[in-house]
Nanobody, 123 residues
Framework: VQLQASGGGLVQAGGSLRLSCVVSGFTFVDYGIGWFRQAPGKEREFVAG????????RYADAVSGRFTISRDNAKNTVNLQMNSQKPEDTAVYYCAADWDSWPSLRPSEYNYWGQGTQVTVSS
């Protein structure tokens, strides 16, 4: 099982980044996918999630209207488009797979995790 997150980097406030998560080793279309982030000294928090079919999405209030999650089941890929970024978006971002087709808000509900990608937003 592998979830390979990429696309992180350094961006100025107001800028954009696009994260990708490529999945292998399990039946991708059966799983809801979530993006989480963890800043130094803070707990891991939910950012965005997408249902197994891609029909439904959910977002944390802090990113709603700025971030967009999408998936391509033919390519086993989930993307997170991050626009209008703020310094408080700085964190390590992780993608994760939830056996439940509707992704949970709680990290403990997820079955598989990627290794994380660093996002730094400068002011």
């Amino acid at each position: 099982v592998q979830l390979q997150a990429s696309g992180g980097g350094l961006v100025q406030a107001g800028g954009s980044l696009r994260l990708s998560c490529v999945v292998s080793g399990f039946t991708f279309v059966d799983y809801g996918i979530g993006w989480f982030r963890q800043a130094p000294g803070k707990e891991r928090e939910f950012v965005a999630g997408i249902s197994s079919s891609g029909t439904n999405t959910r977002y944390a209030d802090a990113v709603s209207g700025r971030f967009t999650i999408s998936r391509d089941n033919a390519k086993n890929t989930v993307n997170l488009q991050m626009n209008s970024q703020k310094p408080e978006d700085t964190a390590v971002y992780y993608c994760a797979a939830d056996w439940d087709s509707w992704p949970s808000l709680r990290p403990s509900e997820y079955n598989y995790w990627g290794q994380g990608t660093q996002v730094t937003v400068s002011s």
